[in-house]
């Protein structure tokens, strides 16, 4: 089973304040998807990452896929009190049989204070 | 409107009287798993349908059931509720026919309590 490190678990930052969150592993991944989860919902796709040093951007959240394919980031710029939430990077990787799998990271919670 | 619809959204029960939570989708998806959440412990797989009849343990599948009669439906079955599966739960998918990048779409969760 591949395992994801997410850093920090925890981030309590004030609005317009830049800030990383990191998603690392020793395996390689297929691609990489993050997701935004709010509370009561389930988590929502924002991104998914393909190529090695693929770099996405999505308004002021900047995802970058690392050249090996084992690890992500994710920078919000200017932060806002709706970027609050639980972030959580998922690893896709071959599975066999003809199956790929999700492996999720254990989440950022990130909280921006007004 | 695309979506995955789960129920019930809330529920408390005793031990050992078994329950089934049930997960919809109507987007003609071919995968769909379920997840449970705990704190700390992040995501993690409990069973997962890579098609109609055709399902596989995740990372946690001890205490938990799962069917796929249909496309669209795969209920989580729990025979006997024990405390420790309080949590909450997620089910989601996603397509396999248009490769394998595509997003998983997640229910908005049940709430599970055992007591």
């Known amino acids: 089973t591949q395992l994801l490190e997410q850093s920090p678990q925890f981030l309590s930052i004030q609005e317009g304040e830049n800030l990383t969150v990191y998603c690392n592993s020793s395996?390689?991944?297929?691609?990489l998807q993050w997701y935004r989860q709010e509370p009561g919902e389930g988590p929502v796709l924002l991104v998914t990452?393909?190529?090695?040093?693929e770099v996405k951007k999505l308004k002021r959240l900047t995802f970058q896929f690392g050249d090996a394919r084992k690890d992500s980031s994710l920078h919000i710029t200017a932060a806002q009190p709706g970027d609050t939430g639980l972030y959580l990077c998922?690893?896709?990787?071959?599975?066999?049989?003809?199956?790929?799998?999700?492996?999720f990271g254990k989440g950022t919670k990130l909280s921006v204070i007004p | 409107e695309a979506q995955v619809t789960q129920n019930p959204r809330y529920l408390i029960t005793v031990t050992g009287k078994k329950l089934t939570v049930t997960c919809s989708q109507n987007m003609n998806h071919e995968y769909m798993s379920w997840y449970r959440q705990d704190p700390g412990l992040g995501l993690r797989q409990i069973y997962y349908s890579m098609n109609v009849e055709v399902t596989d343990k995740g990372d946690v599948p001890e205490g938990y059931k799962v069917s796929r009669k249909e496309k669209r439906n795969f209920p989580l079955i729990l025979e006997s509720p024990s405390p420790n599966q309080t949590s909450l739960y997620f089910c989601?998918?996603?397509?396999?026919?248009?490769?394998?990048?595509?997003?998983?779409?997640f229910g908005d969760g049940t709430r599970l309590s055992i007591l």
């Open positions: 990452v393909v190529t090695g040093g």
């Open positions: 989601a998918s996603r397509s396999t026919y248009r490769g394998r990048n595509q997003p998983q779409h």
């Open positions: 998922a690893g896709l990787a071959y599975s066999g049989a003809g199956s790929y799998q999700l492996t």
């Open positions: 395996s390689v991944f297929s691609s």
